[in-house]
């Protein structure tokens, strides 16, 4: 069972950065891809950016692309996205998730464990 703990979130201006981090625990990180999705009020929880096992290959939101970044620490059993340049869109609830499948797979429901999540607000 692997258990993921967020953290970095809260209430930023529009313009500014935040860094999420992800902590993994119970399991062989460096053996799942891992991902940040994320879910604003009334909304369905969307894709944000996805990282391969071995930090190499990563993907994101067209959304999101060339504001965020997301990075991993397999030593650390960690996962940062950092997000620059954040707008008021970005208000959402973020949560990491871990897959065990190959590839780079873009759907909630491939992934197996999920963290509680973690505030993210920008005013405006």
């Known amino acids: 069972q692997v258990h993921l703990v967020e953290s970095g979130g809260g209430l930023v201006q529009a313009g500014d950065s935040l860094r999420l981090s992800c902590a993994a625990s119970?399991?062989?990180?460096?053996?799942?891809?891992m991902a940040w999705f994320r879910q604003a009020p009334g909304k369905e929880r969307e894709f944000v950016a996805i990282i391969k096992r071995n930090g190499g290959t990563t993907y994101y939101a067209d959304s999101v692309k060339g504001r965020f970044t997301i990075s991993r620490d397999n030593a650390k059993n960690t996962v940062y996205l950092q997000m620059n340049t954040l707008q008021f869109d970005d208000t959402a609830v973020y949560y990491c998730?871990?897959?065990?499948?190959?590839?780079?797979?873009?759907?909630?429901?491939?992934?197996?464990?999920w963290g509680q999540g973690t505030q993210v607000t920008v005013s405006s």
């Open positions: 119970g399991g062989t990180f460096s053996s799942f891809a």
């Open positions: 998730a871990a897959t065990g499948i190959l590839g780079t797979p873009r759907l909630a429901d491939y992934y197996d464990y």
